[in-house]
């Protein structure tokens, strides 16, 4: 029985020129095979990305496996640099809803015309993150929907993302409404003059010292790039020299 979500993050900021095909490649092999999970321990219960891409935005979910047809290939002859994307596998909590409504990134639109796309790793305890929502939402719904509404609100009140994220997350410890870990990447788009600006937050927040390992999250940089990914991606492309975030850890990159 699987009681808590486990899943895989990628997040990247990348100015002109930078392949990517390697890191969608990596977070392929995470999904279909996750040392951190044991034996025969996969993430197939859906994946999607959000990108904004030379001017366009893309969002797409689905509740197969990453690796079964041919939707990935597709995307990738989409996708160039500059862009920032958050892209996510999923392995579903017990009791969770499935299939492509359920799989990650949520979108949310913004009262100001923006958009907040959420993609998270970890398990909320329901009830106590609906208490942290202005309004009347069914118990049913994915926790890390909930995460995402939550998460616009606060973002309506604070204007940052920094803000509306370290305050998120501040009121999911003193409610104790973590299970065992809530880290999460967010793709912001929001209008700036006569254009649309595109920004990626990042945060690692573990609880349960048995999910330290597993809820680990990479840091890259270099010029012209940012990424973050979980500790199975990272591994996949090499990056264990890269900077380990600390246990609770807010990052953004615009």
Same mark, same amino acid.
């Given at each position: 029985m699987r009681e808590l979500s486990m899943c895989r993050l990628l997040a990247l900021v990348a100015r002109e020129g930078l392949q990517l095909d390697g890191f969608l490649t990596a977070l392929v092999s995470a999904a279909k095979h996750d040392p951190y999970l044991g034996l025969g321990g996969s993430h197939g219960d859906g994946w999607g990305i959000a990108a904004v891409?030379?001017?366009?935005?893309?969002?797409?979910?689905?509740?197969?496996?990453?690796w079964e047809g041919a939707s990935l290939g597709v995307l990738q002859q989409l996708l160039r640099s500059p862009l920032a994307m958050i892209a996510h596998v999923r392995r579903a909590s017990f009791g969770m809803p499935s299939g492509v409504g359920a799989a990650h990134p949520f979108?949310?639109?913004?009262?100001?015309?923006?958009?907040?796309?959420?993609?998270?790793?970890?398990?909320?305890?329901v009830s106590r993150a609906l208490k942290l929502i202005g309004r009347k939402m069914p118990p049913d719904n994915v926790d890390s929907y909930l995460y995402a509404?939550?998460?616009? +609100?606060?973002?309506?009140?604070?204007?940052? &993302? @920094?803000?509306?994220?370290?305050? #998120?997350? /501040?009121?999911? +410890?003193?409610?104790?409404?973590?299970?065992? &870990? @809530?880290?999460?990447?967010?793709? #912001?788009? /929001?209008?700036?003059?006569?254009?649309?600006?595109a920004q990626v937050g990042v945060v690692k927040h573990v609880v349960d010292e048995?999910?330290?390992?597993?809820?680990?999250?990479?840091?890259?940089?270099?010029?012209?790039?940012f990424a973050a990914a979980s500790i199975t991606v990272a591994e996949n492309l090499d990056c264990g020299a890269a900077a380990q975030a600390s246990r609770r850890k807010h990052c953004n990159r615009g």
């Amino acid at each position: 029985m699987r009681e808590l979500s486990m899943c895989r993050l990628l997040a990247l900021v990348a100015r002109e020129g930078l392949q990517l095909d390697g890191f969608l490649t990596a977070l392929v092999s995470a999904a279909k095979h996750d040392p951190y999970l044991g034996l025969g321990g996969s993430h197939g219960d859906g994946w999607g990305i959000a990108a904004v891409s030379g001017g366009e935005l893309l969002l797409y979910k689905s509740g197969k496996p990453i690796w079964e047809g041919a939707s990935l290939g597709v995307l990738q002859q989409l996708l160039r640099s500059p862009l920032a994307m958050i892209a996510h596998v999923r392995r579903a909590s017990f009791g969770m809803p499935s299939g492509v409504g359920a799989a990650h990134p949520f979108p949310v639109n913004l009262s100001d015309g923006g958009l907040l796309v959420v993609a998270q790793n970890g398990t909320l305890n329901v009830s106590r993150a609906l208490k942290l929502i202005g309004r009347k939402m069914p118990p049913d719904n994915v926790d890390s929907y909930l995460y995402a509404v939550a998460l616009a +609100e606060r973002l309506e009140e604070a204007g940052s &993302l @920094a803000e509306a994220l370290e305050s #998120l997350h /501040r009121e999911l +410890e003193e409610q104790q409404a973590v299970k065992n &870990l @809530a880290n999460t990447v967010v793709l #912001l788009l /929001r209008r700036a003059d006569d254009s649309w600006d595109a920004q990626v937050g990042v945060v690692k927040h573990v609880v349960d010292e048995a999910s330290f390992k597993y809820g680990e999250l990479y840091a890259l940089e270099s010029p012209g790039l940012f990424a973050a990914a979980s500790i199975t991606v990272a591994e996949n492309l090499d990056c264990g020299a890269a900077a380990q975030a600390s246990r609770r850890k807010h990052c953004n990159r615009g």
